[in-house]
């Protein structure tokens, strides 16, 4: 018999990029949905910081747990990245365990259930000792973790010994779904197996199998890779798209963004974001802001990192009179802002999720991680965005600019990019496709 009565969700965030916001997210929604259920959700000191100052955190169901980052004490940062990310891995699962245990012990209620960022796979075996579930939230598409469910096979069709690959034209199609995707498209970690990130991804493609695993994504985005991922994981739940875009009340847009917006033509804006890690090297935010200045076209920039505005010296200066610039910008609302003619991205899932449901069609500017891949499904599958030719130029970027806002190619893309919107929205409604995984979902959360 289930009783939500002593039900408790332990949620495990991976802290870095839009990972624990997208995690807490969920947890929210959760926690709306399953009042007499209790969720603690463990992450690093640091990363709990930023997700709290910009997600409102009224859930009296919801505590929110520190655990150990791995930071050795004293240390001085060599400005890579990399390095926060490798002490953390180092950190686990010992520091997700040891505080479960003490939160435990202070609550008088073991965990019934356990949601882990799916990256965190060591979770699998946690759930597995203790005889719970494991929910496992991929904070991507279907088609990226499509291919590490292939990682073997793609390695040992694609690379040679040393991981590199061979044929960078060559196209997946051994892989259902996958026929646009290129070798040139996969992110370094499915290739190879260098360093504790990669180790973490590769163990994470022999565990996730054993998971409920729950995406950010609808039912129809991706049919063949959907229906192939159903066949290989014990469970999948579609559950998105979500966050929807909320009608903000004047206070909740202190960047001013929205009010800027409306009083710009409709279909005109671009609006820029690169996602909450990346920043694109200079030669790249040189050539979008001279082909924005040349057009004259009404940008509005989300430009988180203060110290990196020099690389484009004076174009927000000079630009002032037909562009705003903000560290954040409430993202989901923005792209859903009729002012908005298109997204210039880095394509990370979540920023395709927003551009989807605002139905905006979108500039590639793809680096790292899965946005290639999903930069191929904007182009050639479902054909909402472009890419830049001439590796970002300047040139390319001026004909990108003008095929979305001017041409009648935009305009096509704006009608493809509808009817998906129309497809999320259908999947987001009572008894659409998403609202019934997502009863799935909170089916487990409550179960003890
Ligand atoms: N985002 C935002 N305001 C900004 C910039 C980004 O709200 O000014 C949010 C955006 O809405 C999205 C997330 O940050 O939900 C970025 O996630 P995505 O998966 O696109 O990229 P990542 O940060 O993981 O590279």
Not at 48 to 77: A, F, Q, W
Not at 125 to 151: C, F, K
Not at 223 to 229: G, K, N, Q, Y
């Amino acid at each position: 018999m289930s009783t939500e009565e002593k039900a408790h969700l332990a949620a495990f965030a991976f802290p870095f990029g839009s990972h624990p916001t997208a995690l807490f997210h969920l947890v929210q929604r959760l926690a709306a949905a399953c009042p007499q259920v209790h969720f603690s959700y463990f992450n690093i000191e640091s990363s709990n910081k930023k997700v709290l100052s910009r997600l409102d955190t009224t859930h009296s169901n919801i505590k929110i747990y520190h655990v150990d980052d791995g930071v050795p004490e004293g240390h001085v940062s060599s400005g890579n990245p990399m390095e926060f990310i490798e002490f953390f891995i180092k950190a686990t699962p010992a520091n997700f365990s040891k505080r479960l245990e003490q939160v435990e012990k202070e609550m008088g209620t073991k965990a019934t259930c356990l949601l882990s960022d799916a990256f965190l796979w060591f979770s699998g075996d946690m759930a597995q000792e203790r005889g719970i579930p494991w929910l496992a939230y991929w904070a991507a598409g279907p088609s990226s973790i499509s291919l590490h469910l292939y990682i073997h096979g793609i390695r040992a069709k694609l690379g040679n010994d040393d991981g590199q690959i061979q044929n960078l034209d060559q196209t997946l199609d051994f892989i259902p779904g996958m026929s646009a995707i290129r070798a040139s498209d996969l992110p370094v970690e499915i290739l190879q197996i260098n360093g504790l990130f990669s180790h973490m991804l590769y163990n994470m493609s022999d565990t996730i199998n054993r998971a409920y695993v729950v995406l950010n994504s609808f039912d129809g985005v991706d049919s063949v890779v959907e229906c192939d991922l159903k066949s290989k994981l014990k469970r999948l739940l579609n559950i998105g798209p979500f966050p929807l875009p909320k009608a903000l009340k004047c206070t909740e847009d202190q960047s001013g963004c929205l009010s800027w917006l409306s009083h710009q033509d409709a279909a005109s804006v671009a609006y820029i974001s690169f996602g909450t890690i990346l920043t694109p090297p200079q030669p790249e935010l040189v050539a979008l802001a001279e082909a924005l200045e040349e057009k004259q076209v009404p940008y509005l920039w989300s430009f988180a990192d203060n110290s990196k505005r020099i690389l484009i010296q004076g174009f927000f200066e000079r630009t002032g009179r037909i562009g705003k610039l903000v560290e954040w910008a409430p993202q989901t609302e923005v792209l859903s802002h009729p002012s908005v003619g298109v997204f210039v991205t880095h394509c990370g899932w979540n920023s395709t999720l927003e551009s989807i449901l605002g139905g905006v069609p979108m500039i590639c500017m793809p680096f790292f991680a899965d946005q290639m891949i999903n930069r191929r499904l904007m182009e050639n599958v479902w054909r909402i965005g472009v890419g830049v030719q001439g590796d970002f130029s300047k040139s390319g970027m001026v004909e990108a600019l003008d095929l979305v806002l001017w041409k009648d190619e935009g305009n096509k893309m704006r009608e493809n990019i509808g009817r998906l919107k129309e497809r999320a929205y259908m999947a987001v409604a009572e008894k659409g496709s998403s609202t019934e995984d997502f009863k799935s979902l909170t089916t487990k959360a409550k179960d003890i």
